[in-house]
């Protein structure tokens, strides 16, 4: 849509043009696509180190751009004043300049400016009504001049520009310190805006004295990221204090009110920095504070910089819990949005598009804008302007269904709430409406619900189907292709969500006749009534939800409160698309790793701002947030608008994946879908699609935990029932830092394995701008890397180095018997050792012999040597309300077939049972591994017979019950001729028993079967 605006004179012949707004806030260039080299070569700087508000000095601000393929590529250069120190707010900016080859290039970006002709060429503007120049608030700007320098092309040119001005009274002290940053835009891209790293000071009359330099500061008390500061205590009472510090993500940081770093500068009184606590520092890093001072009535200009403190803050110790409540995490997160272009075998690009929704979701069969133009019925528009007959490979509902159930996905449709056109039409347009009624579309949904969850799934081909049925069959075109299923053919899955259109709040098709901008809240509303009760009316079982683009504050409420409001209206769930910072922090800081790093930091914050949108929404509605799911059916940590472009392909973005996925899995989503594609066309792993096959190998079923260092590092703690495996993923956003940490899981317990995969460069150091480039058959830059590391990993506390620009996961594979109590486990390949189903119990233990473990169950059959899977709940067998040892409880147990039995393990008795670990209780005066559970077989001398039991001794002398020596034995039945003294050998399972008047356990083991017992040599004697 274009918008026309009237021309009003302006000062000195130049011409004040009004235009809309294009970008939110201050349209500071969403510019996708990287610099191409450009760079901002000389910062903005103006012509006096202290400016004057005085409305009658001229300054001047000078900067340049270069870029290697010539001048004749810069389009625009810009300075506004304190852009960087504003927080996006328009009205702590101080003036806003730019030069431009075209008034176009000026104002692309929206805002009212004051346009003129530049000396030496092109445009010039400032800024009107924003940003510092309301009716001239801070700055008169005079004129613009422009030169040129270098090659005009095929190499290095130059624009430097030059902007006089007048600083205005209202900008004296307002603020004191000041900044004038820059931006440079070529025909493929722009720097975005760059933080001046020198500061402007701003007063009301020439300064003839300025105070006295502050003494160095005093740091103490450093932790891994704070530590507390406070003025030299010799320094006057009477000053304004401001600190600032380096190293820092800003270009310019000082230390806020409340004690984080900011790029606004802060002001405050000696008393009021005293023992501020600094935070948000990083880990294992020296910091350098300097403070400046100014009188506290404006006597006295700004001091220079005092003498710097430095102060070292400690390694980080990070403690995860993984004895915490957990919840669960769905492999839906892992999902992929999909259209019916998106067909397997057209390239190697859709097959890996495919793969990644193996056993997760997937979102179609038209998704994005085409769902609301597109007729499941005759496939017509398609990709928002389908123009013809389907191609061969395009995917009808069935053929979409059908790969979905191969693949083991759960599908998500979007249905069309706007209204269907022609298969066939013409013109630049491609695609009008040509029913939009309530009716048709109601009908349309109700039919593909009838369509997908039972024609589909009851009749096949040949069969006779019930008038209605075969109604809404012979409504379908596709063009000869089939619309059932073969018989004997599997059956497609079931749909159970479906999301009421896509985006309403956005206006398209552009070529309809009269076609609103977008549909009205109100309208939506109404089709989504009128079409979901046509839905339930065919499938009471379905899940119907809105889907609008995000619910952040200020953003697509109309849409989503009109539906909310209607008490009537079913909402199952919401669905939502949030959208990465990546592309855009790019476009407003550049296309550098420094700004990569930024976007990252930030990406949890909008996924957080958008998940609590919609949950404020459903809450202010007067709904029940928790009977309402949130579906992220649209994401793109790097944002849509850089698929098919390098950013895509670096290492950056395979970050952002991890974290989005991470994130989206502790929130509680059931289904999220990546948008669009996560490899490249030919085939080639880009690092985002190697985070995605990493995730899906090694995703787990709950959630326990997250942690952050504050800045740069994340990390995620997962569990994997069907393996036992505590999943560790840990991501490090820096560009130049690598990250140790003190790590512990102190309710771990022992582990089997532990495994570290890391996605790095596999040829150096890793940078966010490294990326695999097509062809596929190119060399591999960024790969995982997979080492064993269980040697050299104590669980209970270890040190680690997270390198810069990484994936690092760490898998623990635990032992079942040692995880927290109430874990549900799957223990998927066991040996029988022991089995006494009379009494309700067996025994199992693992192949490597690391561990055994009772089992509560009376399921008869079992012998030693069969192999069982058993899932179940961690659990603790208790005597006399005691612990006494591990079980599992509630047991699910599948025989798997029988081999060999367990080979005992040979100990001597003092070792029978162990200590204590991880929670699990040991034996009386128990050192080492614990090894209660476990078969094994001990040789000694009997020293005391009761009926079944004796106590046998090797020289240990482990003391039993009633200060008796040796190891309590239960002997099987049957057995006979065993006396005192004699050498006997014996194998059974270590069992938990507590004597009467204990607390803890003795060593016992029960042997099985006569062969069990073996006499050595005989004493002569009972």
């Known amino acids: 849509m274009i918008h026309s605006f009237p021309e009003v004179a302006g000062r000195s012949g130049l011409r004040l043009v009004a235009l809309r707004v294009l970008v939110a806030v201050v349209a500071l260039g969403i510019v996708p696509g990287a610099a191409a080299g450009m760079f901002i070569s000389s910062m903005p700087s103006v012509d006096a180190e202290v400016i004057v508000a005085d409305g009658t000095t001229v300054y001047t601000v000078t900067m340049s751009a270069t870029h290697p393929f010539g001048y004749n590529l810069i389009e625009n250069v810009r300075v506004l004043f304190n852009y960087s120190q504003s927080g996006l707010d328009p009205s702590r900016g101080r003036g806003y300049m730019a030069w431009g080859k075209t008034d176009a290039n000026i104002t692309k ?20 009504g924003s940003w510092g120049g309301a009716q001239d608030q801070y700055i008169t700007p005079l004129s613009c001049s422009v030169t040129f320098s270098g090659r005009a092309t095929g190499g290095d040119g130059t624009v430097t520009a030059r902007w006089t001005f007048l600083a205005r009274p209202a900008w004296a002290r307002n603020p004191l310190i000041n900044s004038a940053d820059g931006w440079a835009e070529a025909q493929d891209a722009s720097t975005g805006w760059r933080q001046n790293a020198v500061e402007l000071v701003v007063v009301e009359s020439p300064c003839q004295t300025a105070a006295d330099a502050p003494r160095a500061i005093r740091t103490a008390n450093p932790s891994h990221n704070t ?21 820092s993500s800003y270009v310019r940081a000082y230390v806020q009110e409340d004690g984080s770093l900011g790029p606004v500068p802060v002001w405050r009184t000696k008393q009021q920095w005293q023992q501020t606590t600094v935070r948000g520092l990083w880990s294992e890093t020296e910091y350098t504070f ?9 006597s006295l200009c ?15 110790q990070i403690v995860l819990d993984v004895t915490a409540a957990t919840r669960p995490m769905s492999r839906g997160v892992l ?4 259209n019916v272009t998106v067909h397997p075998s057209t390239s190697a690009g859709n097959a890996q598009h495919w793969e990644m929704v193996r056993r997760s979701s997937v979102r179609g069969p038209a998704g994005g804008l085409d769902a609301d133009t597109y007729n499941w019925k005759d496939m017509s528009g398609t990709w928002v302007g389908h123009t013809g007959t389907p191609g061969p490979y395009e995917l009808t ?31 630049g347009c491609r695609f009008y409406y040509s029913d939009t009624s309530d009716e048709t579309i109601a009908q349309l949904a109700a039919h593909w619900v009838r369509y997908v969850n039972h024609i589909l799934r009851t009749y096949r081909q040949g069969d006779v189907l019930p008038p209605e049925d075969q109604a809404i069959l ?28 896509n985006e309403p709040e956005l206006g398209y098709p552009w070529c309809t006749p009269g076609s609103p901008v977008a549909q009205t809240p109100e309208h939506y509303a109404r089709v989504y009534k009128k079409v979901t009760q046509a839905m339930l009316a065919v499938d009471p079982a379905i899940k119907v939800g809105p889907c609008i683009t995000t619910a952040a504050p200020g953003r697509a409420h109309p849409w989503l409160d009109a539906v909310l409001a209607d008490p009537q209206n079913p909402v199952h769930f919401i669905a939502y698309h949030p959208y990465g910072p990546l592309m855009h922090v790019a476009s407003s800081y550049g296309d550098t790793p420094a700004s990569a790093e930024r976007g990252l930091r930030d990406v949890r914050t909008f996924l957080e701002r958008d998940f609590n949108g919609a949950r404020e929404r459903v809450i202010a509605s007067g709904r029940n947030p928790a009977t309402v799911e949130f579906l992220a059916t649209e994401w793109n940590v790097s944002y849509w608008r850089w698929l098919g472009t390098t950013q895509i392909r670096r290492q950056a973005h395979a970050l952002g994946v991890a974290e989005t996925l991470l994130v989206l899995a502790e929130q509680g989503i059931p289904h999220a879908h990546f948008w669009f594609g996560p490899s490249w066309g030919d085939g080639t792993e880009i690092p985002g699609y190697k985070a995605f096959k990493k995730a899906h190998e090694l995703w787990g079923d709950r959630f326990i935990s997250s942690f952050s260092d504050g800045h740069n590092l994340r990390g995620y703690v997962t569990w994997r029932t069907t393996t036992a495996e505590y999943i560790v993923w840990v ?14 899981l102190p309710g771990l317990g022992s582990v089997a394995k532990v495994t570290m995969h890391r996605l790095a460069n596999v040829n150096g150091p890793t940078s966010l701008f490294d990326r695999n480039d097509p062809p596929a058959s190119s060399p591999v830059n960024i790969d995982w890397q997979v080492t064993d590391i269980t040697a050299g990993v104590d669980p209970r506390n270890f040190t680690m180095t997270f390198p810069k620009a990484t994936i690092t996961v760490l898998v623990f594979k635990a032992h079942p018997r040692d995880l927290p109590l109430n874990t549900q486990v799957t223990l998927p390949e066991m040996i029988v050792t022991a089995s006494y189903p009379s009494e309700g119990y067996f025994y199992v233990q693992a192949a490597d012999r690391s561990y055994g473990i009772r089992v509560q169950s009376n399921v008869s059959g079992l012998s030693p040597g069969d192999r069982v899977s058993i899932s179940g709940v961690v659990s603790e067998r208790r005597i006399g309300n005691i612990p006494s040892e591990r079980q599992i409880t509630s047991p699910v147990v599948t025989k798997l077939g029988t081999g060999p039995e367990a080979v005992p393990l040979v100990m001597n008795c003092r070792s029978v049972g162990g200590g204590p670990f991880a929670g699990m209780p040991g034996v009386r005066g128990g050192r080492g591994l614990n090894n209660i559970g476990l078969l094994v077989t001990i040789t000694g001398q009997v020293k005391y017979i009761l009926g079944s039991y004796i106590n046998i001794d090797d020289g240990t002398g482990v003391e039993d019950f009633q200060g008796r020596t040796g190891i309590l034995v239960r002997l099987p039945s049957g057995v006979s001729g065993i006396g005192l003294g004699d050498i006997v050998k014996i194998t059974g399972v270590i069992e938990g028993s507590i004597p009467l008047g204990w607390n803890e356990n003795r060593r016992f083991i029960r042997t099985r079967r006569s062969s069990d017992v073996q006499v050595l040599v005989k004493s002569g004697g009972w």
């Open 302 to 316: 700004p001091s220079a910089y005092g003498a710097p403190a430095t102060a070292v803050t400690q390694r980080q």
């Open 227 to 247: 530590l507390e500061i406070s003025i030299h205590p010799d320094d006057p009472d009477d000053r304004l204090y401001l600190i600032r510090v380096q190293p």
């Open 109 to 128: 970006y929206g805002g009212t400016w004051v346009l003129g002709d530049a000396t030496g060429g092109g445009r010039w503007g400032y800024m009107v």
């Open 474 to 501: 012979d409504s379908i075109d596709w063009q000869g292709r089939p619309k059932l299923l073969a018989p004997g053919e599997p059956p497609t899955p079931r749909v159970e969500y479906w999301e009421i259109g």
């Open 290 to 298: 300097t403070a400046r001072a100014v009188s506290l009535d404006g």
């Open 731 to 744: 991501l490090n956003f820096s560009e130049d830092r690598d990250k140790t940490a003190e790590i512990s």
């Open 397 to 427: 509902t069935l053929s979409w269904l059908r790969l979905a159930r191969d693949y083991e996905a759960q599908p998500v449709i979007t249905v069309n709430s706007r209204g269907i056109g022609p298969l066939q039409s013409s013109g």
């Open 335 to 338: 999902g992929q949005a999909t």
